[in-house]
């Protein structure tokens, strides 16, 4: 169902999580900050972001409400619940533990 | 939970705002876009190449749209519909198959939503009271009695002293004769109740005012409320009314208020008024006897516990009183009986109810396998069609979903259907429903009703579909693909599978059988019993004198005149008139009375139902003289005094010995006047009739003690109903102010009383019946499928030489053993369940042999009979034919 992605599965949600954690952005916002914050590296297809962003909210996840931007347009911000806060919660810890687990296994194999 | 819910909301919004979620999607991507295209022109496009390279990077607009709204679900629901169009285009392409199913369904579902609203009524609906869980009745029990109401005084005392009741009301039956305004006097239903009666119930008069303490003290002008039917069929609603005087009973009473609709009687169990809009009309009740004879017991009482109160606390209360009551030496060998007033409105009819419910279970039960086993045959008929969707890709909870989805339809279709049925069914139940029924008049179709329905309607949908829906979209593709090229349907374990729902029918239909077998028999002995007495050709009516125009003397004088005046009558053959006719629920009592010759103790333990009779009252009715003689109407008003007594009574207390001529009195210290000498022993005649034992009776003559309210019985050579303008004009000519009441045939006073019986034997009969036929058809189903899937084995067999009537034996004895295997079934779970019918039983053990056999029988007879049928087509076919069709 979901179109092919330089991202792992499962790791689009954990990005869009954490980036609405700090405040409410609307989908251009996270996109841009996604890339950004990774040094261009992570690049978010919007055939991605947005199917993403409207199954996190069926989830019940983040919520979502009109506001205006400062350019003065309406746009559709993201906020994280408070389920949300506490699926990112889980999903950063699984992350730490499978790329701490990646990684171990790759300095083994390097050693060997 | 929560969480459950609020996805639920955003699932719900997404599906019913769709358009304003699609045109939110609109924008939120063109923001996106617009933002992408600036930019791009920051980086130096031209404003064309700018939107165009920003739509390129967006990719498929449609795309993402479709895939967020995938995100959303809503697909999902989208597939629901194209799965329910789907379902309903198969079936309407087998009319035959789909109406039979529906029906069959509609049928048990609407049996079941029309017993549940009985069910609903009468045992679930709150009662028309505030708090009616604090609402108890207050009686007396003792060794001798069960039940029994309270003396006014005791009553009193317990309203004063008690400390767990926030109020407490008595009320005793008292109708009264409302003298004609214009149009023949009328007997109406009436209460006398003490002060605020209608506070304790928690409703209060529409106009005008409760009955108040200071009301109940004599020499107060007499006060009455009337019911709002009443007001409005004799009174043209008028609200002047109120503080006029009306006169009852040729005595004047002051109205002081109008009952709302809907005001119900709560029911009583004294000279017992079923509950509901029963009573026309309440009047005060007067404290003028002496409290210190508290010997006579007729009220009903009624109390409201306090907030918070259980029913064990007030009756640790009420006993403490009794107990003090004891002290002041009145309430002798009493106890304090208290009973929820729910349970004692419902109680006696609850097990009846669920009996039903038990019933119109097992049927829908049974609809539920047919239906199940006619799916089974229909799935093998489309495998095929299965097979080709699996082939094409359909994964396996895709085309469960699509099954389970035509049962669905069929199941809503038929509980569609079924409401309707249940709203005709409801109605004719409610005819059917005996006299005396409790909260006949909460029974509705109503909501909850509906809910109920629409619940048992997807349960049974997932019920009958799951099993055929999970065996077809097991079916190997391959062979199904090969199997079905070659014509043939199905396999061994589908069959395994049928047979077994076939033996599952057939058992649960024997279940039903035997309960309506065993009704049937305890009917049939219902009828056939001796009631004692001969209700045929009896006229009966009921009068009352009102006690201000008619004394004592007169009251004797009235009726013998009247007596005279109707024997008189062509075709008559003899007029009697007493307190009470058989079986119309009278329960007066006398305890305490003593036998001559006997102990004290032994005395404080007798019991009998007293009556009173004038000379010709057991040949009117038919009660046969056993020993002695009847009474003569010459027994002089001041004694000697004498008696007539019931078998129970002669054997109880004289056994042994001839009782006629024996002496009892109603005296603690008689004196040689006060003996009452037993002049004839008559046939014992039961309460009910299906009373178990048969209580002591006596009757006293009129002569000797008035009663103003008589029962008149008149027995007639021709048909009795010819009687009844006859016996009006008679009464009229004694007294025009008179009213008749309840002319009757005393027939039909038999006939009601055997209502609930008929009422329950006739609801299991049916649904016996029911299962039965779908059972026979479920039968007939499974031996045609498998006949037909012989068919060129039979042809085999019949080319090497087998005859007919071989293939004929074959066939049958599979049909006997699945129905011998069910029966079987169902004699074993019915040996078990029948004990649950209890008290609808009479004179039959709940494992009758007789009645298993005779079921067992029918069982095996129609199944052979259903097996028959395609026997006879396999028998009948030509061989060459059946090998060709291959």
Known sequence: ?112 | MIRLFDILVLRLRSLFGRTRVESELDRELSFHLDHLTQENRAHGMSADDARAAAKRSLGGYTQIQEECRDMRRTNYIETIWNDLRYAVRTLARTPGFTIVIVLTLALSIGANSAIFSVIQGVLLRPLPYPHPDRLVRIYFNSDTQPKFPLNPYDFRDFRQRNRTFESMAGMTRHDVQLAGIGSEPVMLRGFAVSGGYFGTLGISPARGRDFSFDDEQPGRSRVAILSDHLWRARFASDPGILGRTIKLNTESYTVIGIMPPGAQHPGNNFQAVADGETVDVWTQFIFDEDPKYRGSHYMDIIGRLKSGIGSEQGHADLSAVLEQLKKEKTGDGWRVYLIPLYQETVGRSQRMLLVLLGAVGLLLLIACVNAANLLLARSSARVREIAVRSALGAARGRIVRQLLTESMVIALAGAALGTMLAVGGVRVLLTFLPADFPRASAIRLDSTVFAFTLIVAVLTGLLFGLVPALTASRTDLQQSLREGARGSTGGASQLRLRNFLVVGETGLACVLLIAAGLMLHSFVNLLRADPGFKPQQVLTASLSLPYPRYHENSRVAFYKQLIANLQLLPGVESVGAGSDLPWTGYDGNMDGWRVEGRSDAYNDKTTARYHIASPDYFRALGIPLLNGRFFDGHEPEKGPYVVIINESMANRYWPGESAVGKRISFDDHPKEKDWIQIIGIVRDVKDQPDSTSIRPAFWMPHSQQTDGNLFIAVRSSSDPVLLANQFRQAVRQQDPELAVADLRLMNQIAGSALSTQRFSLFLIGLFALLALVLATFGMYGVISYSVNQRMHEFGLRMALGARPWDLLRLILSQGLTLSIIGAATGLLCAAGLTKLLGTLLYGVSATDPLTFAAVGLLALATTTLASYLPARRAADADPMQSLRAE
């Open chain 1, 1 to 112: 169902m979901s179109k092919p992605s330089d991202l792992i599965q499962g790791t689009l949600d954990l990005l869009i999580l954490n980036t609405i954690s700090l405040e409410p952005q609307h989908g251009w916002a996270i996109a841009k900050r996604i890339q950004q914050v990774s040094n261009e590296v992570l690049q978010v297809s919007q055939g991605a972001l947005y199917p993403a962003l409207h199954r996190l909210e069926q989830q019940g996840w983040i919520s979502s409400d009109w506001r205006v931007t400062e350019g003065g347009r309406d746009a559709k911000f993201y906020t994280l619940t408070r389920a949300g806060r506490a699926q990112l919660r889980k999903e950063l810890a699984q992350w730490e533990r499978l790329s701490s687990a990646v990684g171990l296994v790759i300095r083994m194999g390097a050693s060997a």
